[in-house]
């Protein structure tokens, strides 16, 4: 390993997860939030997880955005499946987005100047559909002249605030399938509600045999690459399982996104929110159900 940010990542508590992360298109880092903190973080997405409830049906205003499946719940009442971009209106989550600890494990992956294009929990209720179809996220980054270098500039992280295990429906990732590079997966239209079709990896050469469960305990984060294969089941466990994920990339390589660090020091919103994905935000920024 030559460089020197690496070296001491290397060095650092969570072990040489920058080569793995490059081996393995992946790398799995314990305990960066502790016990009290995902208490408090938990509390806040569930503070947002009640505002998804309350409106009962999808909803956007501007990049803030509330999935909201009506009926779904056991109860009969809205699922909230996701919500983008709470961070706008709830401190404690826009806290952990530019949480330094994050700018200091990117940093040996791709650099100090970093932009995000994501931010958002996923809730998985037991036992209703939260599925992900087995999908590469480099899918997603349009258009293309906006978000470039994707292999290299470009990683989500997943902060688990629950057990995240195959019990609960955890994230399944292929490991090294990232330096295959973009693959013509068949995936449907909407990732999200959409089944693991194994046939679908054999189509592209790969092998849901060779497929890792991704077991976090809470205040566990993985680091993805937008070329590594995952999906993830059903939850069949008793309680929800709540991820909450940012997703960062090397600013020069990025026309989109809130800027989340600069120098490695966070970047608070400005006055008016950034062009992420919602192609319509400038035409139809008010909030309106969707
Ligand atoms: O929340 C999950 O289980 C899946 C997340 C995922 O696949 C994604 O964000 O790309």
Same mark, same amino acid.
């Given at each position: 390993?030559?460089?020197?940010?690496?070296?001491?990542?290397?060095?650092?508590?969570?072990?040489?997860?920058?080569?793995?992360?490059?081996?393995?298109?992946?790398?799995?880092?314990?305990?960066?939030?502790?016990?009290?903190?995902?208490?408090? *973080?938990?509390?806040?997405?569930?503070?947002?997880?009640?505002?998804?409830?309350?409106? !009962?049906?999808?909803?956007?205003? !501007?990049?803030?955005?509330?999935?909201?499946?009506?009926?779904?719940?056991?109860?009969?009442?809205?699922?909230?499946?996701?919500?983008?971009?709470?961070?706008?209106?709830?401190?404690?989550?826009?806290?952990?987005?530019?949480?330094?600890?994050?700018?200091?494990?990117?940093?040996?992956?791709?650099?100090?100047?970093?932009?995000? *294009?994501?931010?958002? *929990?996923?809730?998985?209720?037991?036992?209703?559909?939260?599925?992900?179809? /087995?999908?590469?996220?480099?899918?997603?980054?349009?258009?293309?002249?906006?978000?470039?270098?994707?292999?290299?500039?470009?990683?989500?992280?997943?902060?688990?605030?629950?057990?995240?295990?195959?019990?609960?429906?955890?994230?399944?990732?292929?490991?090294?399938?990232?330096?295959?590079?973009?693959?013509?997966?068949?995936?449907?239209?909407?990732?999200?509600?959409?089944?693991?079709?194994?046939?679908?990896?054999?189509?592209?050469?790969?092998?849901?045999?060779?497929?890792?469960?991704?077991?976090?305990?809470?205040?566990?984060?993985?680091? /993805?690459?937008?070329?590594?294969?995952?999906?993830?089941?059903?939850?069949?466990?008793?309680?929800?399982?709540?991820?909450? *994920?940012?997703?960062?990339?090397?600013?020069?390589?990025?026309?989109?996104?809130? /800027?989340?660090?600069?120098?490695?020091?966070?970047?608070?919103?400005?006055?008016?929110?950034?062009?992420?994905?919602?192609?319509?935000?400038?035409?139809?920024?008010?909030?309106?159900?969707?």
């Amino acid at each position: 390993m030559s460089h020197p940010a690496a070296a001491a990542a290397a060095a650092g508590p969570f072990g040489d997860y920058v080569a793995a992360y490059r081996r393995n298109g992946f790398a799995l880092l314990r305990g960066l939030f502790a016990p009290d903190e995902i208490a408090a *973080i938990a509390a806040a997405a569930d503070q947002v997880r009640d505002e998804g409830r309350a409106l !009962g049906r999808s909803f956007r205003h !501007g990049n803030l955005f509330y999935r909201v499946a009506a009926g779904a719940e056991a109860d009969g009442g809205p699922a909230v499946q996701m919500v983008q971009w709470p961070s706008y209106h709830q401190p404690a989550l826009n806290a952990v987005r530019l949480d330094r600890r994050f700018a200091a494990i990117l940093a040996p992956l791709i650099g100090r100047d970093l932009k995000q *294009i994501i931010n958002q *929990i996923h809730w998985k209720t037991p036992g209703a559909a939260g599925d992900f179809a /087995w999908h590469q996220d480099a899918r997603f980054r349009k258009p293309d002249h906006a978000y470039r270098n994707l292999g290299a500039a470009y990683v989500q992280t997943g902060l688990a605030l629950d057990p995240h295990d195959p019990e609960s429906g955890c994230l399944r990732f292929v490991p090294g399938s990232h330096l295959w590079g973009s693959l013509p997966l068949d995936v449907p239209d909407e990732v999200l509600g959409a089944r693991m079709r194994d046939a679908v990896l054999d189509g592209v050469g790969l092998s849901a045999a060779d497929a890792v469960d991704v077991v976090l305990e809470p205040g566990d984060v993985a680091l /993805w690459s937008p070329f590594l294969v995952h999906g993830s089941g059903t939850n069949w466990a008793p309680h929800r399982r709540r991820l909450y *994920i940012n997703g960062y990339v090397r600013a020069e390589d990025c026309d989109r996104g809130e /800027w989340a660090f600069r120098d490695g020091r966070p970047v608070p919103f400005g006055p008016e929110p950034a062009l992420v994905h919602y192609e319509a935000l400038r035409e139809r920024g008010e909030p309106h159900f969707v």
